[in-house]
């Protein structure tokens, strides 16, 4: 089986209280932060490689990002990926979901075919859930977002995924893409035997025209998205103090969470 | 030019060995306090993720990765767990003695099993008559056709009841001592009494008991009269980094646990960290933990180069082994009454801190090799 699994370097989510927010430009300011693996694409690389352990082939793992982010692809070569390929240019930056999808696209294109495309279901920095799926329609490839469990049988895959309220089985095509859930596995640690046997492995650093891709499809000038604000939210707490019986307490408990929401 | 960088492999090393203290110990860490016993995942984790291979050179099974990494490792898992890494730091210390003195036999024989922690290690030297003067040694090996018979008892040995494979320090004449490699199951072999200490919950101390203990003449490490040699050796160099190691992500975690709650704990109106008072106490913590990184990887690195480095080790242990109980009784004092509660760390700091001057030779020890290389 030939799978691809998507990183994205992240500040590491430990020291998430040093993130900010620059309202002038509208951009997130991460400087001096650490990258790591997207928490999310931990779990997409440990079914990659469970995968591989179990049916044989390879596993390719793909990221766009700054230079930076070589540190994270060297590390999923720790955990025991094949190959790692970053596509990093200047005119990669700034890039929405869209024009970050196309670039992914595009190397996912190069690197050749695959059989199965895991990715984390969400990214802890962007949040946004939409990658994944955009990847899936630039590649006409078949998707499930937010899987919990998965299973090959003979060119299908049995998968069930979260849903708002439950969670939904499904049956998959391959070639297919995931978006992967926590609950799908527990990811491997680091083992220092790993880290020995990438040594000799290196990141290889893909630019556009590498791609063949014009840089007008590419980060800023290829994204449609305009940030109208970006804020830190607020927030406050109170509390109330639901006096009466028993049950009148749980009724009007009851009345308030519904309003609020909550249930 | 001095280098003052670690590698971008040994930087992954680090997060490698965060993880899993993180992930794996951590978590144990209430029960440890609560029942001072050593959870088998722990060791078990170690093993899977080869932190006992770090020493071993890979012809015989190892990682050959060197002792800056290993106080790397011992440094990241002690900010979590200094029982832990205790015990990490003896099993690497018990590794040592055969990979340093070791015929090819005895490495082909014992070092691949514990490099992939299928065996644990450790080392006994220690009597009752006195850790600082091991030449008091009343263990005794007598020569008996193709083996030595050995009767004696050791104190306050770390691992004693895990290790399969003990290297023990014995007296075979009047002024000779030897060394031997024993093995759990040979007859007249025994751990004793588990012994409960003020800190280190969890980490396994405790008694080794030799009643006519059988050991094959080939298990002998060196030659006879080579014993003082070979049990210093790993004492001076890698118990000493060990502890070293232990002490360095001791006070590593005092100076994190301090600042939090220093930023966290409002009074008059504002965090505690804007009292002048207090930054002294963090301003001597975080100085005193770059020199303790500075003294303890330097001697690493000597020790990687094939350097001579037992006086900068005692140097190294001498110094983070103070200054973390200083760091440590700091720290409590700044957490007020929660410095003495169970439900902070701060205490458990305190504990650990006092376990670890005697441990591999007290501050007096260190002190007279230390003066002993000044005085020359
Ligand atoms: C947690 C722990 C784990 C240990 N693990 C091991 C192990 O795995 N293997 C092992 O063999 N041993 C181990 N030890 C033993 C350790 O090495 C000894 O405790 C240490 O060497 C001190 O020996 P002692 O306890 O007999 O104290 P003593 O040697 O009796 O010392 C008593 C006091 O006299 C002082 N003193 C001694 N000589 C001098 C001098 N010349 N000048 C001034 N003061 C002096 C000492 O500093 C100390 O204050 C461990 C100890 C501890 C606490």
């Known amino acids: ?263 | 030019m001095v280098e003052f960088q670690f590698t971008e492999e040994q930087e992954m090393l680090r997060k490698a060995a965060r993880e899993f203290a993180e992930q794996v110990v951590a978590p144990l860490v209430p029960k440890m306090e609560e029942t001072d016993e050593t959870p088998e995942e722990i060791i078990k984790g170690m093993g899977e993720r080869d932190l006992l291979a770090v020493t071993i050179p890979p012809e015989y099974g190892g990682l050959g990765l060197g002792h800056v990494a290993r106080v790397i490792v011992l440094e990241e898992v002690a900010r979590v767990s200094v029982a832990t890494a205790m015990m990490l730091q003896v099993f690497h210390l018990g590794i040592d003695p055969i990979l340093v003195f070791g015929t090819e036999e005895q490495k082909k024989k014992y070092l691949p099993a514990l490099a992939r922690g299928e065996r644990l290690a450790t080392v006994a030297v220690t009597e009752a008559t006195g850790g600082s003067e091991p030449t008091a040694c009343q263990t005794e090996a007598r020569l008996e056709g193709d083996h030595y018979v050995l009767n004696g008892r050791k104190v306050f040995i770390t691992d004693v009841h895990l290790a399969d494979v003990q290297v023990v320090f014995t007296r075979t004449g009047e002024k000779e001592f030897t060394t031997f490699i024993l093995e759990k199951g040979m007859e007249g072999f025994r751990p004793g009494r588990y012994e409960h200490k003020v800190g280190m919950k969890g980490c396994d101390t405790g008694e080794l008991i030799l009643d006519n203990c059988v050991v094959p003449k080939e298990n002998m490490l060196g030659k006879p009269g080579d014993g003082l040699k070979v049990a210093l050796a790993g004492i001076s160099e890698t118990g000493r980094e060990g502890i070293a190691g232990c002490a360095l992500g001791l006070l590593q975690a005092c100076l994190e646990s301090s600042t939090k709650f220093a930023n966290e704990r409002i009074l008059y109106g504002r965090p505690i960290a804007k009292l002048q008072g207090i930054q002294w106490k963090i301003a001597e913590m975080a100085v005193n933990l770059e020199a303790a990184r500075l003294l303890t990887y330097r001697a690493a690195a000597m020790r990687d180069k094939g350097q001579r480095c037992d006086v900068e080790m005692a140097q190294a242990k001498y110094f983070v082994t103070e200054a973390a109980a200083r760091a440590a009784k700091d720290t409590c004092d700044i957490h007020g009454g929660y410095g003495v509660m169970n439900e902070y760390a701060a205490q458990r700091y305190l504990r650990d801190a006092q376990v670890l001057i005697p441990s591999a030779g007290t501050s007096e020890i260190m002190r007279i090799v230390i003066a002993r290389a000044a005085l020359k």
């Open chain 1, 1 to 263: 089986m030939q799978i691809l699994v998507l990183v994205k370097a992240v500040p590491d989510p430990e020291r998430a209280n040093e993130i900010t927010l620059d309202p002038e430009t509208g951009t997130v300011k991460r400087e001096g932060i650490p990258l790591v693996i997207n928490p999310l694409d931990r779990n997409a690389v440990e079914e990659a490689l469970r995968l591989k352990e179990e049916k044989g082939g390879t596993v390719a793992a793909l990221s766009m990002g700054p230079p930076a982010a070589e540190g994270p692809l060297r590390e999923a070569l720790a955990l025991g990926v094949d190959r790692a390929v970053l596509l990093s240019d200047r005119a990669m930056a700034g890039a929405d979901t869209l024009a970050t999808a196309r670039v992914l696209a595009a190397g996912a294109r190069y690197l050749g075919d695959f059989d199965l495309i895991l990715c984390g279901a969400e990214s802890f920095d962007g949040g946004t859930a939409q990658v994944g799926p955009e990847l899936a329609q630039f590649l006409g490839l078949p998707h499930a977002s937010y899987v919990t469990s998965a299973r090959e049988k003979g060119g299908l895959l049995e998968v069930e995924a979260k849903v708002e309220d439950g969670r939904k089985k499904l049956q998959v095509r391959l070639p297919a893409l995931l978006t992967v859930s926590r609950e799908l596995n527990r990811p491997r640690g680091l083992s220092f035997s790993g880290i020995v046997r990438a040594r000799g492995k290196k990141v290889e650093v893909l630019s556009l025209a590498d791609l063949g891709m014009d840089p007008s499809r590419a980060g800023v000038a290829g994204s449609p998205t305009i940030i109208g604000d970006i804020s830190t939210p607020t927030t406050t707490r109170s509390g109330e103090i639901i006096k009466g019986d028993p049950e009148e307490v749980v009724d009007v408990l009851v009345k308030k969470l519904t309003e609020a929401g909550v249930v």
